[in-house]
């Protein structure tokens, strides 16, 4: 088995992977069979199960030093959680996100979401797949994934919070942060050391057309981030030294489409310098990420994941192109507080990117094969 690159190393480690992965074609004639009402929860969970092992040693094969469970047991990489939380309630109203590829819009679209009770955590989430996943992995640290708080704002919107519960909608972002305190609380009971909070809501703030419709709902985009800023803050304040936490930030990630554009300039210095996170996994695969120069307000302490390895595409990219890219972000932060991944999931919802399960292997061992060569 290929050694895993600086496996000494604490997360988030020098080569390193967003979490969700493409899912086998078993796991989504299973999915759909499920749906239909010819396989049984046992039988999905058996299926699910099967997968996830072999994901799991895909990953810790190509010399990954964490592993995810693939996202597999979710629709997507966030209302299945959000759903979950105490307060919380689907609707027949639908969520849209314009997204957008080199062949034109598409929308991603899910059912809505109501805060119509206070909002709490009734169980840890997911603590089920975790354990599987923990049970699972032989030399990989298990990392689980979840959407951060900002989220659930950024998905409902204020206007999903019922003010008969939340008269002060102060109150509505404590217990929010409050949740997502207890959440960590069990996942780390359970054994849990690498956490990620997935968010894309910070990034959408660098793209002016998000703003602009935004302000257009009545909110302030010029301080929106820094609201998210203090809730992730305050959900993961307590959380014990030995957990690290840390945030992934991308423009959306659709069937190999994005919904925004734009550099981290206009959220950079507060994101970089405030959030009490222990790294950042950011988006610099094309020019719709921008330069690296927002990099300069990341402190001393703080990793950055590169995520120059695109997941929209199948192409590899070249290694030394590669190593070129990350010499030029080691211009603005410190060649030791870098690593590399791809820029985001394979497959953030369960239809999954434009690439085949080749092609995905391909870029993880590049991506480990990259960083060994840098790092050593």
Not at 183 to 198: A, N, S, T
Request: net charge negative; aromatic share 8%; with cysteine.
């Amino acid at each position: 088995m290929t050694p895993s690159a600086t496996p000494t190393m604490t997360p988030p480690f020098r080569a390193d992977h967003v979490g969700s992965l493409l899912r086998p074609p078993a796991l989504i004639d299973a999915r759909a069979a499920h749906a239909a009402g010819s396989l049984d929860d046992a039988g999905l969970r058996a299926v699910e199960d099967a997968a996830i092992r072999d994901v799991v040693a895909l990953q810790e094969e190509v010399g990954l030093a964490a592993a995810t469970d693939g996202e597999f047991r979710r629709t997507s990489w966030h209302m299945d959680f959000i759903y979950r939380l105490g307060g919380i309630s689907r609707t027949d109203e639908q969520i849209r996100v314009t997204m957008r590829n080199a062949a034109g819009e598409g929308a991603f679209t899910s059912a809505g979401l109501a805060i119509d009770g206070r909002v709490r955590l009734d169980e840890p989430i997911f603590a089920d797949h975790f354990r599987f996943l923990a049970d699972t992995v032989t030399t990989a640290v298990p990392k689980l994934t979840i959407p951060s708080p900002s989220m659930v704002h950024a998905r409902g919107g204020t206007a999903a919070i019922d003010t008969s519960v939340y008269p002060d909608v102060e109150e509505f972002w404590a217990d929010l942060s409050a949740a997502y305190a207890a959440q960590l609380r069990g996942m780390y009971d359970l054994g849990c050391r690498y956490l990620q909070l997935d968010d894309t809501s910070l990034a959408y703030l660098n793209d002016p057309a998000h703003r602009d419709a935004l302000a257009a709902k009545g909110n302030d985009p010029a301080t929106q981030h820094l609201r998210y800023i203090r809730q992730i803050n305050a959900a993961i304040a307590d959380r014990p030294d030995d957990m690290v936490v840390t945030t992934h930030m991308c423009r959306g990630n659709f069937r190999s489409s994005w919904a925004a554009e734009g550099s981290y300039d206009f959220v950079a210095e507060a994101l970089f310098g405030e959030l009490g996170v222990d790294g950042f996994f950011c988006e610099f695969d094309d020019e719709r990420s921008g330069g690296f120069e927002p990099l300069r307000f990341v402190p001393p302490g703080k990793r950055v994941v590169l995520g120059l390895v695109t997941t929209k595409t199948g192409a590899l990219e070249d290694a030394d192109a590669l190593k070129r890219r990350i010499d030029e972000a080691a211009k603005y932060v410190p060649l030791d507080q870098l690593c590399l991944s791809p820029q985001c999931g394979f497959s953030s919802t369960v239809e999954g990117n434009d690439l085949t399960v080749d092609e995905q292997r391909a870029k993880l061992a590049l991506v480990v094969q990259v960083a060994q060569d840098v790092w050593g």
